[in-house]
């Protein structure tokens, strides 16, 4: 059965600071999608990473996957309060998700 | 692109009784998944479809639960004899295809009591 486990589970960090949130999957696969989600709404898609390799960058966000290591990262540069949200990986067809890192940025 | 729509919003039910969700997915998309989201836990997949054939159904669900998506457009998705622990929110979401991302729609709350 996929497992897909990040870390940490919540991030509380300054403004102005860089940090890399983890994602590991379990059993092989090409498609690591990044997700991120506000209290109390659905889930916006942030990037989409399907090969060895891929590394995509938005604004201060920027995602990279290593296949063979079965490893996302999602890297936050000079983070600011509006990044505040929880940061969800999903891997495979079924697109199976990870509990989730809730980032607190604080002012 | 008028997004993924799901009604109902908000669903109050007894435990015992059967409820029903609709999904409307984006028009041009041909996959649609279900979601279970509790709070401060991560989408626990339910099914997925490409056109209207359903992939794939969680192991973890009961036989309780089924979704259909008849002609490759809507979805339902019902669950009989609800229980208290199928307390959660509801999301759909779908996507144009394999390495797509997936496009959720806003999610039906459902409270059994």
């Known amino acids: 059965e996929l497992k897909v486990e990040q870390n940490p589970l919540f991030l509380s960090m300054q403004e102005g600071k860089n940090y890399t949130i983890y994602c590991n999957y379990s059993t092989t696969s090409d498609r690591l999608y990044w997700y991120r989600q506000d209290p109390g709404k659905s889930l916006e898609s942030l990037f989409v990473l399907l090969s060895n390799g891929a590394v995509k960058q938005e604004g201060r966000l920027m995602a990279s996957l290593d296949t063979k290591a079965r490893l996302s990262t999602l890297h936050i540069t000079a983070a600011v309060h509006d990044l505040s949200a929880t940061y969800f990986c999903?891997?495979?067809?079924?697109?199976?998700f990870g509990k989730g890192t809730r980032l607190h940025i604080l002012p | 692109d008028t997004g993924v729509s799901q009604d109902p919003r908000h669903k109050i039910t007894k435990r015992g009784q059967n409820v029903t969700f609709r999904c409307d997915p984006i028009?041009?998309?041909?996959?649609l998944y279900w979601y279970r989201q509790t709070l401060g836990q991560g989408p626990e997949f339910l099914t997925y479809f490409q056109n209207e054939a359903q992939l794939e159904k969680s192991r973890l669900l009961s036989d309780r639960f089924s979704a259909e998506r008849p002609k490759g457009s809507f979805s339902t998705l019902e669950i009989q004899r609800t229980e208290q622990g199928d307390s959660a929110m509801y999301l759909c979401a779908s996507s144009l295809g394999v390495s797509s991302p997936l496009h959720f729609g806003n999610g039906t709350r459902l409270t059994v009591t």
């Open positions: 999903a891997v495979d067809d079924k697109i199976i």
């Open positions: 028009s041009e998309h041909n996959r």
